[in-house]
């Protein structure tokens, strides 16, 4: 009902009827510290999604304060929004904001994080254990390659806040256990890095290595952490003999894959997940019933099932780095830089 | 001038103040540079117009009820950090004890199933013994605070996350409890509290009028009293007024109207510790301590006390405000008190006026700068820049805040004054 | 008079780090007369004071106090024997006004609200009869006030207390000729009350005026301990930059022996 | 002498907020002469001061320097000039030893570094002429002076440069007997060297023993500027205490007119 | 004590020390309280040792190695903030600060293809404007460095996403930069650094004793300046020695010895700073405007340049911090020279003996308190606690470090001294 013919400007002021109607759509994001989409992507192709579809759109962004966050939404609130979309810091606050939208009588949208017990009408993510099970899986062949012998595997999980850092680990975790279980890896240091900051996770990777010199493979969470591993790895001229994983498909990631430092990051598609959240977001600003919604996810806590769009996260080796260029997620100028040119050529990136 | 010239018992002239001469002279003060809290006011004014014209909701009821809940928390440890500032001390840990608070109230309530009424005092004797070991260890081992304090706010960002284990949040489902910071007190209450308030500050006024008068000493002109409480009874009924119009967005579904309920709660502490800070003697020795600890010394005053009572009152204040935060959150999380928490609450008494170097500050201040920093926090969300226009204009905003009282405040030093 | 001495002070010796300040010092303060404390600058006339109100710690020596050794270790501990002083470095509180700093630690109260009105009666009363004429008003912060003024509210301060013993370190430098007049007859009637007062002046007119008794500092040794009538002006002068004067006075060889020890390294270590 | 005044003030008046302190001061200070300005505590002596060394700004009146009018708006316009001041709130860094708050802002350096060995030795010079004797160490932190020590390193740091007029605001207040007799000396010595040499000071023998001219301020009013010689020490006290003697001082109704405007408000808006 | 008399010029009896009356008064002066920076220094060795047993690989030369750059960032920016802390301000903002200068770095490097030659300097001039900004709102607007610098630190913040186009990474890739914080001086370049820096300490001593007796000044005994210039030979060559060992985690493929470039970085600034403090006029009128700002400004000290100055030093030094930080990671992202950075630097300088009130303190105090800051953080991260308990025991353990210094202090209080 909401597809093309949305597609064009909301300039005069009778041409949709249909978009006047439309009430304003509030989105908010958790910070910019846990990841670089929060920052960049996610902000850009929701933009994008709404102004294509002539539906006002406020996004901000919390700054990893969950005081700003209710902040935020009081004044999304008392400004008259009619969809309320939220990437949560916690649950808990989640809850909060979205219980007194849902008193305002604003329909909500969970965003990438499920609020727990939150009782959001929607629920647009990737499958974030998923996630998880793909990097455990990517590591697994990388040492398989490289035919270590019983490797030891250091984890660099996320922030010890952050719900999904705890799914991420559920799902790798899923693959490593088993194989540290059978005796084919051996369970190394583990230690979370908080707020994900880079700079920790380096001093703390340095002291894994120190203490323990056998480290032949990195879990780390996402690209940001990744390339901090990685950093301490080329200063004992180490890069490239161990893998590291990621996520996000960062430049930065990306380069450090083709570069063969890192083995492979986790590429979730943010721009279908912008547009299927905001094809829900447009069509409940327009007062319809999406139907796009059609799978659904169990709330662990609460016990309700949330209809859900959920999407598929792909795991990103040097052989498919160009499928992410492809998806138009990230531009062939900014990876293949002259230092990448070669790399690029090689890993069929024209 | 035409003044009456009346003696007191030192056989010393003096000179009544009439109406005239007491603005003159007060005129001459704020000429001079003495300014108290009228800068921030000023700043507030100022700030507040700014947001009012970008974006009109600024100025909706809602947008004016949202703001005390908003600010409470930041409020709530900033009149506990003046107690510590007085000293001339820092307290980093505020924040974070404040959610370490916060975390036993929610654990209390949700993991063990208690009431509100037994779980508040459990998390507010843990912020007494958290003021209480910090201020052992800065007035008897004689480490600086900054270390001290520096040093909890690593341990309770630890306690924080052993207590919700590892990482979970906490939802707090009790009613009385999540109402604290985030429902209103009915019309009525609210119009009851309002006048209570006026009526008992006219009586301080008139007491403390007729007492200096009984021995004799010069009295503020009845004028000007009678100016002073006209002034507090228009503030606060034209604000109750306010809140009490319907402002939900859909009045249909629920009505929400009345004072926020923490609104006395912040008017309570606010009285109290202006109270004790002005009219005790314990209150009198916290500022001869920060001003001078020495003559403080000297006269017998003893300053390790006062120094392990200021940090008792500041972590018990942050107790307070970390229940309110759990308590608007309905829930508590590793981050409950973090991220810039503890800057604000400084920055809200320093902006108030209050000295990082100890002597100099009063609660208010704690009030009105945290209603600055609130007012930038909200109107900065309203205007919706993207995150890093936001970072810039809101350091701006601060900027400029600070720069009205700076700038008023110039004068001082040219006259000499401090 | 003087039968017992109401305080004293013997063998005090006190340090700071490698610097030795005071040497077996002893002292008697008699109930109902002033003793003078003289010496030069840096004999250790404050230090004394300083560690008979507990401001410093005695490094060792006995404080007898009404016939009891006492240990006074701390500023509080002094004003519980009842022992009142007023500082060379006044030691008020720059951000509170008049009447708070002269009611410091000592507020008068109802309940336990402060009690204004009265203290800034007390206040007034006090300072009006120490000649106080300038003072703007008694709520003016005593960062406001001039030299003199503030060495009046310090005073005022001290004397507004029943104590025992009151010290007095340098209390007219700043003060006028109508308020060191004022002083100095104070000083008499506290004396004359039945009070033990010490007095340390650098101004023999003072000293002569006023005190009953002198004891003379040199170089950290107590040099004489005198009656006022026993002495002249210009000996009172000679024990104060010698020493000694004629056969009152520290030994001869005594203060050449203890020289090369500790005194006047006037440029030691240096700068590293 | 007594040619042209090396300065001249004129019709200066100060106030903080409402307190009106100087009104209408003039004052002449002429080289090769000491003038003593007295006055009541509180009379305005050292607000007087600092006006003229930049550390306030006057409200009104104006400042004649050499015969031009100048304005001094810092202590380093003042100190340009070749003012030297000695305050009465002796202004030194606790944190720095002796010879570093002698030279402070007017370090000897050797190219870019200092010169600590010469700042040493001419400290010490200038401290022995003082006769300063108890100085453990040049090097020792002014935190740790006697009252007289600190009195004595800000004395010797203000004369330590060439100069035009040295102002000393109560120099010699915690001073001992000889190191005052010395600073006296002094004073005498810079005036007869031609500079000009202001002198607050509370004793009327010093100010009869070493000036030639002075100058009586009365609460905030210059009551009269005459020369030493002709006035006694009886005259001097009463202008003092009370603005007028005979037929010297300020006209017998002026006090009394100003009276009730901004006087003795002993007890103005109390605690709100 | 045997003491030999000799005259100064003045006139004055001076006692010319021996080694032993030195050692004694050095002693009397340790009891009596006056201990500089070795409590600091046994707060270090105290932790080494519990590390050390707790966990062998502490004392390894890798991971001494690895301390000098984990803790480069931090050290750099106390430094500077030492600077700031001797006149009683603080900067808040240096942490972001050295962010902002560290993203220019990174961009002009990467995505504009600088050199390092053209890149670095660009960055240490943005750090300085910095500074300059901060230091004229404090000094000439008379706004508080709180404020200022609070609202620095989050338009900063603001400033570094809009320069990551809102948070992407940055990698750097340029051989040299990278090298910075990372690579080691070759074996030879080490042995030749260790030895210039020993002669020219001894040189620098000696003259000054030379130039003392000129003047017939007292000077330390010959002895004491020889223990001095041992000890210090003694301890540069012992570390060369085992920077210069094989520490490779796997020799055969690579080799890693030599001493990490950074140290003589860190040096090169410490003994820069330490000779502008100590021995120009320009060190002297920082710790008098810290000390007594009215004597200062009395004295002629144009205390507002000063006050810029400082912000300036500040400012530059956390450049210099953002640097080594990217350079160590080779990447920027939004949050470089946030968290816990700046309360480390901070604390780094508190540590290390600083007075926040001003007037106290030395830029070797960033150097030992960052190594004890560097050596918790380190060896935290070897024992792999999780977050929750890290984060407590780091904060007992600085507490621990910062107890071991306060109880040695305290005898200063209690004979007097401050
Ligand atoms: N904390 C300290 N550390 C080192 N030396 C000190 C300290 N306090 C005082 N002194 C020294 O002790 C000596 C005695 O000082 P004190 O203040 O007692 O002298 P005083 O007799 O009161 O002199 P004045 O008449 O100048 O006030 C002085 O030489 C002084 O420098
Ligand atoms: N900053 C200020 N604010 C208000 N009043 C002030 C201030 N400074 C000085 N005064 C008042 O001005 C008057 C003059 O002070 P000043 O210090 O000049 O006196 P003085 O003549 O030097 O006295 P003394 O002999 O005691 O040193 C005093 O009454 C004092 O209280
Ligand atoms: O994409 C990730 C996001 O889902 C998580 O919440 O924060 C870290 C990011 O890397
Ligand atoms: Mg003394
Ligand atoms: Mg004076």
């Known amino acids: 009902a909401c597809g093309g013919d949305d597609s064009g400007t909301p300039s005069g002021s009778g041409a949709s009827g249909d978009n006047s109607a439309a009430g304003k759509v509030g989105i908010i994001l958790p910070d910019t510290k846990s990841s670089q989409r929060w920052g960049t992507d996610d902000p850009k192709f929701l933009k994008a999604a709404f102004d294509a579809a002539g539906v006002q759109v406020e996004i901000q962004n919390a700054q990893g304060d969950k005081t700003q966050f209710q902040t935020i939404a009081d004044g999304m609130i008392s400004s008259g929004v009619s969809v309320l979309m939220i990437v949560n810091l916690d649950s808990g606050t989640g809850k909060a904001v979205l219980e007194k939208a849902k008193k305002a009588g604003i329909a909500t949208i969970d965003y990438d994080r499920l609020t727990l017990s939150g009782g959001a009408d929607y629920y647009v993510s990737f499958d974030n254990v998923k996630v998880g099970q793909l990097q455990g899986e990517g590591l697994v062949k990388c040492l398989e390659d490289k035919k270590y012998q019983k490797p030891v595997v250091a984890e660099l999980n996320g922030s010890p806040t952050d719900n999904n850092a705890t799914l991420f680990a559920q799902g790798y975790d899923s693959v490593l256990d088993p194989k540290y279980a059978d005796g084919t890896f051996q369970k190394g240091p583990n230690q979370d890095v908080p707020d994900w900051d880079n700079a920790q996770a380096g001093t703390i990777f340095e002291q894994m290595l120190t203490s323990n010199k056998n480290i032949k493979g990195v879990l780390a969470a996402n690209d940001g952490l990744g390339n901090a591993a990685i950093s301490v790895l080329k200063k004992n001229k180490l890069n490239g003999q161990v893998p590291v994983t990621g996520q996000d498909a960062t430049v930065q990631g990306l380069q450090n894959i083709l570069a063969g430092d890192q083995c492979m990051t986790v590429y979730k598609a943010i721009k279908k997940e912008a547009d299927a959240a905001s094809e829900l977001a447009i069509a409940l600003a327009k007062k319809q019933k999406p139907t796009t919604a059609t799978g659904t996810t169990k709330d662990p806590e609460s016990g309700k099932d949330v209809p859900s769009v959920l999407l598929d996260p792909q795991s990103i080796t040097k052989e498919n780095v160009k499928d992410v260029i492809a998806d138009g997620f990230v531009t062939k100028d900014a990876v293949c830089t002259a230092d990448f040119a070669k790399a690029c050529t090689e890993a069929g990136i024209s | ?253 629920n009505s929400l109207k009345g004072v926020p309920i923490v609104v006395p709660i912040i008017g309570f502490f ?55 935060a759990v308590s ?91 | 008079m003087a039968a017992t001495p109401l305080l004293e002070l013997s063998g005090i010796n006190k340090g700071f780090g490698p610097v030795q300040v005071l040497h077996d010092v002893g002292l008697s303060v008699y109930p109902g007369e002033v003793t003078a404390l003289v010496g030069d600058n840096g004999a250790g006339k404050s230090t004394l004071v300083k560690c008979i109100s507990g401001i410093y710690q005695i490094d060792s020596g006995t404080v007898t106090f009404e016939g009891n050794q006492v240990a006074i270790h701390s500023p509080s501990d002094a004003s519980g024997l009842g022992i009142e002083v007023v500082y060379q470095d006044l030691a008020l509180c720059d951000n509170l006004d008049v009447v708070q700093n002269m009611f410091l630690g000592r507020e008068k109260k109802r309940g336990i609200v402060l009690d204004e009105p009265t203290m800034e009666q007390m206040a007034g009363d006090a300072l009006a009869s120490l000649s106080v004429r300038t003072l703007k008003s008694l709520r003016q912060l005593v960062a406001s006030l001039s030299g003199g003024q503030r060495q009046t509210v310090a005073i005022a301060k001290a004397v507004l207390w029943n104590s025992k013993i009151v010290i007095l370190d340098e209390p007219t430098a700043a003060l006028g000729v109508a308020q060191t007049a004022q002083v100095l007859e104070l000083v008499r009637r506290l004396a004359d009350n039945g009070l033990g007062v010490v007095l340390i002046s650098h101004n023999m007119n003072d000293v002569f005026a006023v005190s009953d008794r002198i004891a003379a500092l040199y170089l950290g040794r107590m040099a004489a301990q005198v009656k006022t009538t026993d002495v002249t002006h210009s000996q009172v002068v000679e024990l104060i930059t010698g020493g000694r004067s004629g056969n009152i006075g520290l030994p001869p060889e005594k203060p050449a022996a203890d020289f090369g020890g500790d005194v006047v390294d006037i440029t030691p270590g240096g700068d590293k």
């Open chain 2, 1 to 253: 001038m035409t003044t009456t010239t009346t003696t007191t018992a030192g056989g010393v002239k003096v000179v009544k103040p009439t109406v005239a001469s007491y603005i003159n002279d007060y005129w001459a003060r704020v000429r001079g540079g003495d300014l108290g809290t009228l800068p921030a006011i000023l700043g507030l004014i100022v700030l507040s117009l700014i947001f009012g014209i970008a974006r009109d909701t600024f100025f909706s009821g809602l947008n004016f009820a949202n703001l005390f809940n908003q600010s409470a928390q930041v409020v709530f440890i900033a009149m506990g950090l003046i107690f510590v500032l007085l000293l001339g001390e820092i307290d980093l840990s505020a924040g974070f004890a404040s959610g370490v608070c916060g975390a036993v109230v929610a654990i209390l309530l949700t993991n063990h199933g208690w009431d509100w009424y037994t779980a508040i005092p459990v998390a507010l004797v843990t912020g007494i013994v958290i003021g209480f070991v910090l201020g052992f260890l800065v007035a008897k081992l004689g480490i600086p605070s900054f270390v001290v304090t520096l040093a909890a706010f690593l341990a309770f960002q630890g306690v924080l996350l052993v207590l919700l284990g590892g990482g979970t949040n906490i939802s707090t489902r009790n009613e009385f409890f999540n109402a604290l910071n985030n429902n209103n007190l009915s019309v009525t209450w609210s119009w009851l509290l309002a006048i209570l308030a006026v009526v008992g500050y006219a009586a301080v006024q008139f007491n403390q009028m007729r007492s200096r008068a009984k021995r004799g000493l010069v009295t503020d002109p009845l004028g000007i009293v009678l100016l002073r409480i006209g002034g507090l009874a228009v503030l606060l009924l034209v604000a109750t007024a306010i809140l009490c119009q319907e402002r939900a967005i859909n009045p249909a579904i």
């Open chain 2, 270 to 324: 606010l009285v109290l510790w202006t109270f004790v800070l002005g009219r005790t003697s314990y209150g009198r020795h916290v500022y001869a301590v920060g001003g001078n600890t020495e003559a403080a010394r000297r006269a017998g005053i003893p300053v390790d006390r006062i120094r392990i009572s200021v940090f008792v009152i500041g972590s018990f204040m942050a107790a307070i405000g970390g229940i309110m």
């Open chain 2, 328 to 418: 608007r959150a309905s829930s508590v999380d590793p981050n409950t008190g973090g991220s810039n928490i503890l800057l604000y609450s400084v920055g809200a008494a320093v902006i108030g006026g209050t000295s990082l170097f100890g002597g100099k500050g009063k609660v208010i201040n704690a009030v009105i700068g945290g209603a600055v920093i609130a007012v930038i926090d909200n109107g900065m969300t309203l205007m919706g820049f993207n995150s890093g226009t936001k970072f810039i204009v809101t350091g701006l905003i601060l900027l400029v805040a600070a720069s009205v009282d700076a700038l008023a405040r110039r004068r001082a030093a040219a006259t000499g004054n401090r």
